[in-house]
């Protein structure tokens, strides 16, 4: 392959310039070894259609995900400490720690519902019960991205539950919630990349 110019393209991702099925990072100097799958193929769809999904999952990247996560994590961690517990806290920390989680629980089922009803087309129960909106919108978001949904969702569901039941027993398990959010962001985020469409053109002069 023949490098371009170091300032003829811009760094990023490029149809690979050796035909390949696969996008490749050009360093702005050369190519390089990283390579990422176009994935299954596809039936073509415009961005402008996929305007208001892409809004809903930029919400819940950004503020869904913390919401539930992060309003699970608080939530469980308050009654850990609630007072009467081994280790109690004060209960005026307490009621206003257990104020926020409600309010960011409340912040993150909603973000979760709008997305849902994007990727049905519709509203359906499913999409307005707390909890089960989760599951039913990281299945799905694994069904439009190619993968088998079961493992990722039971394995989520799993460690969210390990976390509840064992966290006042061992604080270190405070990881988890994290863990299972970081990866529902780049599954959220992968899709948003693959409904806004691949870079516009091939480099300027590409093999």
């Given at each position: 392959?023949?490098?371009?110019?170091?300032?003829?393209?811009?760094?990023?991702?490029?149809?690979?310039?050796?035909?390949?099925?696969?996008?490749?990072?050009?360093?702005?100097?050369?190519?390089?070894?990283?390579?990422?799958?176009?994935?299954?193929?596809?039936?073509?769809?415009?961005?402008?259609g996929?305007?208001?999904?892409?809004?809903?999952?930029?919400?819940?990247?950004?503020?869904?995900?913390?919401?539930?996560?992060?309003?699970?994590?608080?939530?469980?961690?308050?009654l850990?400490?609630?007072?009467?517990?081994?280790?109690?806290?004060?209960?005026?920390?307490?009621?206003?720690?257990?104020?926020a989680?409600?309010?960011?629980?409340?912040?993150?089922?909603?973000?979760?519902?709008?997305?849902?009803?994007?990727?049905?087309?519709?509203?359906?129960?499913?999409?307005?019960?707390?909890?089960?909106?989760v599951?039913?919108?990281?299945?799905?978001?694994?069904?439009?991205?190619g993968?088998?949904?079961?493992?990722?969702?039971?394995?989520?569901?799993?460690?969210?539950?390990?976390?509840?039941?064992?966290?006042?027993?061992?604080?270190?398990?405070?990881?988890?919630?994290?863990?299972?959010?970081?990866?529902?962001?780049?599954w959220?985020?992968?899709?948003?990349d693959?409904?806004?469409?691949?870079?516009?053109?091939?480099?300027?002069?590409?093999?």
């Amino acid at each position: 392959m023949n490098p371009l110019a170091p300032t003829a393209v811009p760094s990023g991702w490029y149809p690979d310039p050796a035909g390949g099925r696969m996008w490749r990072v050009w360093t702005a100097s050369t190519w390089s070894n990283m390579t990422r799958d176009y994935g299954p193929p596809a039936r073509p769809t415009s961005v402008a259609g996929s305007l208001s999904l892409i809004g809903a999952l930029s919400t819940l990247v950004r503020y869904g995900v913390v919401g539930i996560f992060g309003g699970v994590g608080l939530l469980v961690g308050v009654l850990a400490h609630w007072p009467g517990t081994a280790q109690p806290a004060t209960l005026n920390f307490c009621v206003i720690a257990l104020g926020a989680a409600t309010g960011l629980l409340a912040v993150g089922t909603t973000c979760f519902a709008f997305a849902g009803r994007e990727l049905a087309h519709r509203w359906t129960i499913w999409s307005v019960v707390p909890g089960l909106n989760v599951i039913v919108v990281s299945a799905l978001i694994s069904v439009r991205l190619g993968a088998r949904p079961g493992l990722r969702v039971t394995s989520e569901v799993v460690l969210m539950v390990m976390f509840a039941a064992w966290y006042h027993q061992d604080p270190l398990l405070a990881f988890i919630p994290a863990m299972v959010a970081i990866g529902h962001s780049r599954w959220i985020t992968s899709l948003i990349d693959r409904l806004s469409g691949p870079p516009s053109m091939r480099p300027a002069g590409a093999p």
